[in-house]
């Protein structure tokens, strides 16, 4: 193809942008609208994850140690639970350490009147999990352990936490789709219209010998460029909208910002243009390109 | 009225053809076929005018000869190409040798004159600087040259259709169709383009005219071939319009 042949095509379809501006607009509009609340919807779909994350983070396992225990064996134990895989991460509390921090949480003062120590049997291993729902496997791990004598676990937390992460994997999986179903109906529908309308045009370009490249080309284009800026609306509106609802929970309720704490806009936004983008650029190309195709047989 | 039916003959060589039908035959459904066993030869250079009512089976021919329709049977031939044989693909280049003129002018209401005549030429990817010499020529010719900034809405039917026949004739077709090319137009229009007609064909193209204009056709005194429900029931050398009734 000549080079000017294909400027040609590239002008024709920007061209066809403004010429055809309230198609444009209504294209646009409704890319804008569906990708809009699929921006919206995964932007605190993902938040949402991020709190029950954090809250799995939290959540450990206390492996109390037999009395006694020599330091050989509490190093040999740590390594063994190091290892495993649903791990993250181990934290060994001495009975002394055990003792100070419970003293310190409870409020009791002045500690040094205590002539010994009450949890003198309770040095004990804080192990984090990875995956919360490996809990079951790590205790029943654990318990066969020497030197081990009792597993602490808060099975209930861990079983209501595995079971909202399934709940929200499964809705955000259902609610993505049926958006991107709508969605992809809705726009190839405003796509189609707008380029039925002028099927006479189409035809004139076969009648006198156009290639179907050639007769499409300007129109693809068209819709590229259209799926462009319908992605690129919504994404400026989420991420104003999402920077002054992060403001807005922070000076309005400084505590629930404490507890939980947004993903940063950057971190949503990494996932979220690319999906936009490519959702909004696909769904103009395959619409335009389907739309054409159905008048192309002249 | 013409009683006298004279069949034209066709001659041994195709080489000399630009169009020839053997036996071709299109039924669009069960029933009466739009074209019956029709066969037609048409030497390169001809001026010819198909006639006939509505529903005759002219369009049909039109069609045929576009790559438009595929005939239920026979051959279709133009320029020394088997219609029926073509590939989707080989489809444009073969309309590329082809000028087509509509009764409805189908210009591109969005682009101007010039634009109108140019696209015939980006179709089959000329170079610009080719483009601007050749663009401006064809439309002198039509006697278009000072309009070339206009739209089609801005032009008269009689103007429109000029654009139409430039932008038929500016790749140089070898055969020229002009399906109706005076249905929507005044008789001082209408022999305006007529006479343009017979200018491109003096030049060697071949024309086929389907028409109604009884007056043209029996002024101009070219072939004339008249059908009636999908078959030909004249082809006279010099002909006139005959009446069916």
Redo the contacts between chains.
Sequence with gaps: ??I??LF?CIWQGIRNIF?NKWFTLASVATISACLFLFGLFYSILTNFQHIVRNAEKELCVSALLESGISDERVAEIRGMIVRRTEVSKVEFMSAEETWIQFAEESNFGDISIFTENPLEDCAHFDIYLSDVSMQPTLVSYLESVEGIRKVNQSFLTAQALTGVNAIIGYVSIGIIVILFLVSIFLISNTVSIGISVRK??I??????????F?TRAPFVIEGIVIGLIGSFVPLIGVYFIYNEAMMYVARRFPSLSQLFAFVPVESVFANLVPVCVGLGVGIGFIGSFTTVRKHLS? | MKTTRTRRRTGAGTADKAIILEHVSKAYTVGVPALNDVTLHINKGEFVFIVGDSGSGKSTLIKLLLRELLPTSGRVIVNGTDVGRLKRRQIPKFRRSLGVVFQDFRLLKDRNVYENVAFAQRIIQMPNREIRRNVPSILSTVGLAGKYKARPKQLSGGEQQRVALARALVNKPQILLADEPTGNLDPKNSWDIMNLLEKINNNGTTVLVVTHNREIVNAMQKRVITMKKGIIVSDEEKGGYIDED
């Design positions: 193809m000549r000017n042949t040609y010429k006479e045009e035809q004139i370009m076969k009648y006198i010998g156009a290639t179907d050639f002249v």
